[in-house]
């Protein structure tokens, strides 16, 4: 797992969470059945993510083995899919990141009950050694939330399938209409990820200056600007500079 998949994973199990909420049990069992039903149904890959107790189910069609995954239900004291990430190119890592990113921010925007109505799809590909590559198409979907808002079950997918050039692009998909979302709303999901000051503290970054200039470029403090960059690094989900200003360039909030 590369950093920015550490920082989201971060994001994603340090929520706040309740305890329990009446028919906890029961929901689990039946999104494990689904995710279950899915592997088999079409021979690939669904992790079930529980990001309250940090576990991960993974069901696994034939798909898995290409990658060295048994056809079991595996689970693992990990909510994210590291057997799987381990096969993705770092560049198709990043652009997930980046999509799940906005995602995460659009989910929190929508009401509880509209939040499985929406999910993700992006082309991805396994590197399979002797074997080149392997296209896959990755979905994610939050399933469940706690009743405070807090993402607690996510279900990712992946399907093998034929590459299509119109098909190249990672979106968010409203399942009730088909339509993925529209330029500008992903643009203003993107904005909302940083405030106007801390853009501007990362474009001073992009250029190479010090804390110390920044400070005196835009006539606050030091520690003003520390705290800035931890906000930065937070909302971005990464563990350095480089790779907050490499999402910030491709989310086109700096140029």
Not at 132 to 157: D, K
Request: charged letters at 25%; one cysteine or more.
């Amino acid at each position: 797992m590369n950093t920015e998949e550490k920082e989201l994973k971060k994001l994603l199990t340090r929520q706040d969470f309740m305890e329990t909420f009446p028919g906890c049990p029961d929901v689990l069992e039946r999104r494990k059945k689904l995710a279950r039903a899915f592997a088999e149904t079409e021979n690939g890959i669904a992790v079930l993510s529980d990001y309250q107790k940090e576990i991960s189910y993974i069901y696994s069609g034939k798909l898995g083995n290409a990658i060295g995954l048994e056809e079991v239900a595996i689970v693992e004291s990990s909510a994210f899919e590291d057997k799987i990430f381990h096969h993705i190119p770092p560049q198709e890592l990043l652009e997930r990141h980046i999509l799940e990113l906005r995602f995460f921010q659009l989910q929190k925007t929508l009401p509880v009950g509209d939040r499985p109505c929406y999910n993700t799809v992006c082309p991805l590909h396994f590197q399979v050694g002797g074997c080149g590559q392997i296209p896959v198409l990755h979905r994610t979907y939050y399933l469940e939330s706690f009743p405070n808002g807090s993402i607690w079950l996510a279900l990712c997918l992946y399907t093998p399938f034929m590459e299509h050039p119109k098909m190249n692009a990672c979106v968010i998909v409203d399942t009730r209409t088909g339509k993925t979302l529209q330029p500008e709303t992903c643009e203003r999901l993107d904005k909302q990820l940083l405030s106007p000051r801390e853009i501007a503290v990362l474009c001073l970054l992009a250029k190479g200056q010090s804390s110390k200039q920044i400070a005196e470029a835009l006539h606050i403090s030091v520690n003003t600007v520390y705290r800035h960059r931890q906000n930065i690094l937070a909302a971005l989900q990464v563990s350095n500079t480089a790779a907050a200003v490499e999402i910030a360039i491709k989310l086109r909030l700096i140029a």
